[in-house]
């Protein structure tokens, strides 16, 4: 599975971005999918997941505020951020676990900037 981030730019406090991963390869053995970030000298964090079910999981710190989504006929992952803060300033991935040969692997995105101003 390759996964492609797209989306990161630079925003004011109270903006919004659209971030966008694109699935290639296996795609049919995806389990599930997510966004992680990563803030100055910390690392990989979840912000949020989604299973093949639709369900979804927040952390608490961007709930109500970010929207994860699947196009499966695209194969493509969302991740829509509103009401940004300076504090969700980071290094976004996205992430797929898929299924090969009965084992469950990790795969990771290129990982795509988010800053937000105050």
């Known amino acids: 599975v390759q996964l492609q981030a797209s989306g990161g730019g630079l925003v004011q406090t109270g903006g919004s971005l659209r971030l966008s991963c694109a699935a290639s390869?296996?795609?049919?053995?995806?389990?599930?999918m997510a966004w992680y970030r990563r803030f100055p000298g910390k690392q990989r964090d979840l912000v949020a997941r989604?299973?093949?079910?639709?369900?979804?999981f927040y952390v608490d710190s961007v709930k109500g505020r970010f929207t994860v989504s699947r196009d499966n006929a695209r194969n493509t992952l969302y991740l829509q951020m509103n009401s940004l803060k300076p504090e969700d300033t980071a290094v976004y991935y996205c992430?797929?676990?898929?299924?090969?040969?009965?084992?469950?692997?990790?795969?990771w995105g290129q990982g795509t900037q988010v800053t937000v101003s105050s």
């Open positions: 989604i299973k093949n079910d639709g369900s979804t």
């Open positions: 390869g296996s795609t049919s053995g995806i389990n599930h």
């Open positions: 992430y797929a676990a898929a299924m090969v040969l009965e084992l469950e692997y990790d795969y």
